[in-house]
């Protein structure tokens, strides 16, 4: 009977040791697992590094790199005024061609040529990388914009950029017919046809 209960003793440790030893190679097969699937992360923060598609927030704290857009706009400006420019003179070179004029009627020929050229083109101005107003008429409507965009703008203020506009247009009509008429008194026949098909006389 002894050697039965130590038999069954035997056979209970012995099983208890199959339980043990299977419970052991589960968290061993676990802890395996989990140090395949988690060893890069907690290896990459031992070096310092942070891994691939994660982010500890740091990100927003680094200064980030100047953009070149403003620069980029403020250049591309500089190039257009340069181009407009060279473009006007070479008109003014053609112009005096086209009319056939010399040098010293030139000098009196060119100030009212460049008058009424830029009234009819306005020169662009540039400043702060954005295009600003160039005339009292692009000025009013500028400000009729910003009227506009409140919603819950009265209509006395709307009726009033309205009447500026108009007021400023009225106005550039004026000044373009009196430089044309300035103009139009020292051309020549043939030289007022030339202007007219140039669009710089009516």
Wanted: glycine share 8%.
């Amino acid at each position: 009977m002894k050697q039965r209960n130590q038999s069954k003793g035997g056979d209970s440790q012995e099983a208890g040791g199959t339980v043990l030893s299977r419970r052991a190679a589960v968290g061993f097969c676990g802890l395996a697992i989990l140090d395949l699937s988690c060893g890069p992360v907690f290896g990459a923060e031992r070096d310092g590094r942070t891994p691939a598609g994660s982010s500890d927030g740091r990100d927003a704290q680094r200064p980030q790199r100047p953009t070149r857009g403003a620069g980029g706009m403020e250049e591309q400006m500089k190039m257009m005024m340069e181009h407009t420019a060279q473009y006007r003179q070479r008109t003014m070179n053609n112009l005096q061609n086209e009319l056939g004029a010399s040098d010293s009627e030139w000098a009196v020929i060119k100030p009212r040529i460049e008058t009424v050229y830029d009234l009819v083109h306005p020169v662009p101005q540039f400043r702060g990388g954005s295009e600003q107003p160039t005339s009292p008429v692009d000025q009013s409507k500028k400000e009729l914009r910003r009227v506009l965009a409140d919603k819950e703008t009265s209509a006395d203020r709307i009726r009033t950029a309205l009447t500026a506009v108009r007021t400023a247009r009225e106005k550039a009509r004026q000044d373009l017919a009196k430089a044309r008429q300035d103009l139009r008194q020292i051309m020549t026949l043939r030289q007022e046809a030339v202007l007219v098909l140039r669009e710089l006389l009516d």
